[in-house]
């Protein structure tokens, strides 16, 4: 009976979890581009150790990039709305790839710009992290579709 409790109570835990994650999608689907830039900014804040200036600066540059988040998310949404929608062709996909790239590297050139040394550093760790978390991630949807 004991083992039977146990497992109902991880299930409950395992299923509160899973509704979290889902619910801090849907709460950044909601804000706002200003209101993304401003928390990022914060954030940023925090961890980099940033005077006022960097935080104007890096506001502008996050504000630019939510902007640029929210067009292709709408642009996305429209295209699945037609009825025509299909997948990207492999010239497409190599040019979303591309632009998506030259993005990151003219983001890296502005944040060397704006951070000292040690926080450029910091800043490149944190990324570098997210990367393999994003990495992981993918690979497990990968292998949960072979299945």
Excluded: C, G
């Amino acid at each position: 009976m004991k083992k039977l409790m146990m497992i109902a109570i991880a299930l409950l835990t395992l299923n509160a979890t899973a509704q979290d994650k889902n619910n801090r999608k849907e709460f950044a689907k909601d804000l706002s581009a200003e209101e993304i830039a401003t928390l990022k900014t914060k954030k940023m804040t925090l961890h980099l150790d940033l005077n006022e200036s960097q935080q104007a600066k890096v506001k502008s540059l996050a504000l630019e990039e939510a902007k640029q988040r929210e067009n292709q998310r709408a642009m996305r949404e429209e295209n699945k709305k037609k009825e025509t929608s299909q997948k990207p062709t492999k010239e497409k996909r190599l040019a979303m790839v591309n632009e998506r790239l030259d993005r990151q590297i003219e983001m890296k050139k502005k944040m060397k710009s704006i951070l000292n040394d040690e926080q450029y550093k910091k800043w490149e760790a944190s990324l570098s992290k997210k990367n393999r978390k994003k990495q992981k991630r993918h690979q497990k949807n990968k292998s949960d579709k072979k299945r």
